[in-house]
């Protein structure tokens, strides 16, 4: 039909990642593929109407696409997200921001998945990537051995920070420093201050490898995990707490920076049908 | 009585901080005395066994002195415990650790104090500066608000995070990183890197300035606060929070490293004294 060949050309248009650099875009499309061949036949097809899957600002100065599958119903994921946007900024450089997110059902209590990279000047990187912690990490000292002592995910952060180009980030929302875990790579990306050239190459041989093998970690031990068949009482727990991520998340990441991107309509547009998704 | 006249050399002892810089000390004594002035009528006087209030290793490498007041009945305070330690590094330097801090009764939901000062070399000094949430800040948005975003906390981080010798600093327990809060000060300071010529002058000039604000909006907002009387829940909430928080910060912090520095008998002694109190 023609809607569904709608959707095929909207996907390839999220695939394609079109305005960031080839080792961005590579690493883009291998985590969505590590995706697919892992937890793929969990998850329906996008959903979402085509003009949220696709959209910019009337001066068509922006533009963004987001592909949002749900999971099966016999599935423990609840969504997962990926998206990109363009916007080209009055510098005359751009803004570019790539995005993976991954959220739980409450029948487990394993971490949500976060990754973005958001590039606002040819020098300079910031990226985010975590698995997001469920529950109070101090009231359940448990629940922090058992998915970031145990598995060592500090590793990872500390891989970064051995490169001269790397620094902390300290996000101005003090709620994004609060959900994100300990071992959070939250960091600030900077050519000048090391020996690699450019941003592309850090992708490629830094970041890359490490968003990769998070991922995997998130797919195998998290996303498909059999181990936390979790209780009512936990179960409630979970889900308001993953409320307050949600609606939180939604309002601090793109409540804020959508409107000015693309105009009020538009974002109106594409906020309530997220929220939906995120509220659900 | 010689047991009392015992007492006030302990206290004299603790007062003396007798390895670290003027600056240093002097910087502690104004903090104890910003504590007397604002609270000291709603504190005991320390009760700590006298050889607990002072104790060094068998081999006379490594001493300390402990001052542990705990709040009176009607006061929201449950105690405070000051201290110092110092003990010889087979390097030929020296590691001088002094503390101060905090620890509220269930009766208010405000932050606890924590503030540490690790110097373990002449050029470098860790600090970490906190007021530490008692809630699940996720869970309790408003929390974060009241507390960490109106009292635009994180201005204190960011003034020490203009000067070039100052880094952020990730504890290797993940537990200290999950116990602070979003806007904790938790950082290393190295020489070598800015203009500052020595630690003495960054004490005095920056850490000082912070150190006493921060420690002011504790005494004048939290100790003596009287909006938060709590109901029953919450209280138990708090109280079971703050169990978890006491012991695993007294056996990540002194647990780990007592027993080394002092050896196993002294250690024990000491801890087990501790304990009591911070199991209260």
Known sequence: ???????????????????????????????????DNRIGSSLQPCTLPTDVQHFGNPTGTASASLHLRSGVVSSQIDFILGGWIHCKLPSGSSLNITSLSAYLKSSTNAPHFLMELIQSSPNSLILILDLTPRK???????????????????????????????????????????????????VNIDIGAGEKTNIEEIIRDD???????????????????????VGESE?????????????????VDLGSSFPRLFGQEVADRVLSVLKEYYNA
Chains 1, 2 share one sequence.
């Open 136 to 186: 109070d990490l101090i009231l359940y000292l448990d629940y922090l051995k058992t998915y970031y002592e145990d598995t060592q995910l500090d590793k990872h952060r500390q891989r970064l920070h051995t490169l001269p180009e790397v620094t902390p980030y300290f996000s101005p929302s003090l709620y994004i420093r609060s959900v994100l875990s300990p071992t959070a790579v939250i």
């Open 1 to 35: 039909s023609s809607s569904s060949a709608s959707m095929d050309e909207l996907r390839a248009k999220f695939m394609e990642f079109p305005y960031v650099s080839a080792p961005h875009k590579d690493l883009m499309l291998e985590l969505l593929s590590s995706v």
């Open 235 to 251: 179960k409630c727990y979970l889900a308001e707490r993953d409320r307050i991520i949600k609606s939180k998340t939604i309002e």
């Open 207 to 229: 970041i890359g490898p490490v968003a990769k093998e998070v991922l995997q970690f998130w797919l195998d031990s998290c996303a498909c995990s059999e181990r936390s068949v």
